[in-house]
C-alpha cells in the first residue's frame, strides 16, 4: 500500500506541475484521436488530395492527349482527305487546353475544403467539354472509303481516347463518365438514324468498354483513397507517439529532477540530523547506565533505556535513508582496498550472534579456504553482509537457522550467500521488496519494520562494485539472498570452471 501511495503521490505532482502547460498537448492527442476514429477511410475525407494528385497528374501528363490527338488527325486525314479533321483536331486541343489551364490556376493556389467541390465541378466541365469534342469525331465521315475502314479508324481511335482518358482521369471521380457519355449518345444517334450495323457494333462496344473503364477506374480511385487513409493514419499515430514520447520524456525529467532534489536534501541533512540524535543517544547512555548517580525512581532508569534503544533505531534507520540518498545523488564514493571476504564474514557474524542467541537461531558458516582478497570497499561490503545477515536473523522464527556461505563462483568471481529458513516471500512480492521503501506482507506483519531500504541499498552497493545481487524465495521454505562480485574484483584470480568442490575451511555451529 505504501508503494502505491507513494506512486500516486509523485504522479499528482507531476500533473499537478504541468497542468497549465498540458493543455495544448491534451489539446493535439485529442484531435488526433479524433481524426483516426471519425471516419478517416472514408472517401469524402479526401477529396482535396485526390483533387491535387489529379490537378498534378494532369499537369505531368498533358502531353499525352495532344500527340494521340494529332496521331488521330494524321491518320484520319491519310484516310478521308478530309480536312474538317483538322477542325475538330484544334477544337479538341483548345478543350484539352482549358482543362491545363485550369489545373495551373489550381495548382498556384492552395485549395481550402470548402473550396474542393466548385473546383471539382470545373474540371467536370472541362472534361465534358472535351467529350463533346469526341462525340463531334463520331460524326466525321469519308466519302472516299469504305464504311468498314472508316469505321473501324473511328472504332480504335475511340478505344485509345477512352483508355487515355480512364487513365489520366481516375483520381477525379466521375471524370470518364462525363467524357464519353455524349460519344456514346453520338453513337447510338448516329445508329439509329443510318441503321448501319457498323455503328450499331461499334455503339455496343464502345458503351461495354466504357462501363468496364468506369468500373476500373472507380477501384482504382477507391485504392488511392484507401492508400491516403493508411497514410494519414500512420501520420496521426506518428504524431501522437511524437507528442506521448515529448509528455514522457518531459514528466521523466521533472521526476528525476525532483528524485535528485530529495536525494540531495536529504543527503546534505546528515549532519543537522545526527547532531541531535547522537546527543539524545549519548545522554540517555550516560543515564542508564548511572554515571553521574543512580536515579531514585527505577522507572526512569527504564524509560532512559527505552529512550536510548528508539535512539538507536531511529539512527539506523536515518543510515538508511541518508545511504540511499547519496547513493541516487552520485556522492555515494567507494574507498577501495584489497580486503578478505571471509575476514569481513567472520566480524559481521558475530555482530549479530548475540540477536541470533537470544532468537535461538543457529548460525552455520561455511568459508571455502584459501580465498584471495578482493578490490572493494570494506564499509559498504560490512553493510552488504550486516543487512542480509540481519535481515536473515530478524525474519527467521525462533529456533530456526541461518546458513552463511563464502565461495568461488563458476565465472571465477566471488559469492557470499545467507539462507534461511523461515517463512519465505511470495514469488509476486519479490520485486516489490527490491524496490525502495517495499516492504513484503511478511514485513508488515513483523513486530520489526523497518524503512524497506537494506536489500535495495545492497543492490546499489553491488551495482557500484560491478557486482550482482540475486533474491530466490519460495513461501513456507526460506530464503536465499546471494551476492557475487566479479572476477575482475578478485586480486589473484582463478580460472572459470564448471563446478567447484573446493574443501570447506571450517564449520561453525552457534547456538
Given amino acids: 500500500m505504501s508503494i502505491a501511495a ?104 492552395d485549395i481550402v475544403a470548402e473550396k474542393v467541390p466548385v473546383w471539382r465541378r470545373r474540371f467536370l466541365l472541362g472534361q465534358l467539354l472535351i467529350g463533346l469534342c469526341w462525340a463531334a469525331f463520331v460524326a466525321q465521315d469519308c466519302a472516299s472509303c469504305s464504311d468498314v475502314r472508316f469505321g473501324f479508324f473511328e472504332g480504335t481511335a475511340l478505344l485509345f481516347a477512352l483508355a487515355a482518358t480512364a487513365m489520366g482521369t481516375f483520381l477525379l471521380r466521375n471524370a470518364l463518365l462525363c467524357t464519353f ?20 457494333g461499334l455503339t455496343g462496344i464502345i458503351s461495354l468498354a466504357l462501363l468496364f473503364l468506369v468500373f476500373m477506374t472507380d477501384r482504382m480511385n477507391r485504392a488511392n483513397v484507401h492508400i491516403l487513409s493508411v497514410q494519414s493514419e500512420k501520420d496521426d499515430l506518428i504524431a501522437e507517439l511524437e507528442v506521448a514520447k515529448s509528455m514522457s520524456d518531459e514528466a521523466r525529467r521533472r521526476a528525476e529532477e525532483a528524485n535528485l532534489a530529495k536525494s540531495r536534501f536529504l543527503a546534505s541533512m546528515s549532519h543537522e540530523l545526527r547532531t541531535p540524535l547522537n546527543a539524545i543517544l549519548g545522554f540517555s547512555e550516560v543515564m542508564s547506565t548511572e554515571v553521574l548517580g543512580p536515579l531514585s525512581n527505577p522507572t526512569y532508569k527504564e524509560y532512559t533505556n527505552d529512550i536510548h534503544r528508539s535512539g538507536e533505531h531511529l539512527l ?13 545523488a552520485g556522492r555515494y564514493d567507494l574507498n577501495e582496498d584489497a580486503v578478505s571476504l571471509v575476514e569481513i564474514a567472520e566480524d559481521c557474524v558475530g555482530m549479530v550472534q548475540l540477536r541470533a542467541r537470544a532468537k535461538n537461531i543457529t548460525i552455520h558458516s561455511q568459508f571455502e579456504l584459501g580465498m584471495p582478497s578482493v578490490w572493494v570497499d570494506e564499509k559498504a561490503m560490512r553493510q552488504v553482509i550486516l543487512n542480509l545477515l540481519s535481515n536473515a536473523v530478524k525474519f527467521t522464527n525462533s529456533g530456526g537457522e541461518v546458513t552463511f556461505k563464502v565461495g568461488w563462483t563458476a565465472g571465477g568471481g566471488q559469492y557470499l550467500s545467507i539462507k534461511d529458513n523461515g517463512p519465505g516471500i511470495p514469488e509476486e512480492e519479490i520485486p516489490i521488496v527490491l524496490s525502495a521503501f517495499g516492504q513484503g506482507s511478511i514485513a508488515i506483519k513483523s513486530a520489526e519494520q523497518g524503512t524497506g531500504l537494506g536489500l ?28 557475487i562480485l566479479p572476477a575482475r574484483r578478485v586480486l589473484e584470480s582463478l580460472p572459470a570452471v564448471e563446478d567447484v568442490a573446493a574443501p570447506i575451511r571450517r564449520r561453525k555451529s552457534f547456538a
Wanted: charged share 20%; proline share 3%.
Fill in 316 to 328: 539506523n534507520l536515518i543510515n538508511e535513508i541518508l545511504d540511499l540518498s547519496r547513493i541516487e
Fill in 6 to 109: 507513494s506512486t500516486s503521490t509523485d504522479k499528482i505532482i507531476v500533473d499537478k506541475s504541468r497542468n497549465h502547460r498540458n493543455k495544448a498537448v491534451s489539446r493535439t492527442v485529442r484531435a488526433t484521436r479524433e481524426r483516426l476514429q471519425t471516419g478517416s477511410s472514408v472517401p469524402s475525407g479526401f477529396e482535396r488530395e485526390m483533387l491535387n494528385l489529379y490537378i498534378d497528374s494532369a499537369l505531368h501528363g498533358a502531353i499525352a492527349i495532344p500527340v494521340l490527338v494529332a496521331l488521330i488527325a494524321a491518320v484520319g486525314v491519310y484516310l478521308s482527305g478530309n480536312l474538317s479533321i483538322i477542325v475538330w483536331a484544334v477544337m479538341t486541343l483548345s478543350a484539352h487546353a482549358v482543362t491545363l489551364v485550369l489545373a495551373r490556376k489550381a495548382c498556384k493556389k
Fill in 181 to 200: 457519355t455524349p460519344v456514346v449518345a453520338a453513337l447510338a444517334f448516329v445508329s439509329l438514324t443510318t441503321g448501319n450495323p457498323i455503328y450499331i
Fill in 456 to 483: 535495495p541499498i545492497v543492490q546499489a552497493i553491488l551495482a557500484k562494485h560491478n557486482g550482482e545481487f540475486i533474491l530466490r524465495s519460495k513461501l513456507r521454505e526460506g530464503t536465499e539472498a546471494i551476492a
